[in-house]
């Protein structure tokens, strides 16, 4: 009988020893939260500078493109910033004592308004980068944004396979 036990408790663990790893594949990838559009990728694709040379951009207006986006960049670190500190103040007052229902939408509106902003700076910054190509290169463009994003979605799992061949 114990022989049994013990032979049934070396399966048990030696089962589980071996699921784990295929178990914890399974669950929520690093990129958790941070959703991919094509929008992202044009200038994601903008920043390569191989893409830069493949589009037939001259150097100036490369490094041109770089200060633009070097300047959206550096424009919504306080944004994000502000965001942060936000959702700080709102755990902060849902954990007091009396919850101030105006306090919490006032923060929710700020943050709100945030997140708009960094949506308008993100426009602004592919308005003024979209403006200085010709349209065979805003072709080329959105053709290689195209690719670039079943290449990044191939990699996703299978049912985006089946949806961008």
Known sequence: MQKHTKL???ILILTMSLSLPAMAKRGRSHRRGKRRSIHGIFMRVLNNPGAL???GI?????KLIRTILYNKKKQLIPVFAKIKIDRLNIRQEYEKNTVSRNR??????????????????GIKAKIRVL?????KQRQQLKTMGRRNFRKFNRRSGRRYKKNYR
Do not use: C, F, G
């Open 8 to 10: 049934a408790a070396m």
């Open 53 to 55: 040379k493949e589009l």
């Open 58 to 62: 001259s150097e100036s207006k490369a």
């Open 104 to 121: 919490i939408l006032r923060i929710y509106k700020r943050m709100h308004n945030n997140r708009w902003l960094i949506n308008k700076i």
């Open 131 to 135: 403006n200085m190509l010709t349209v």
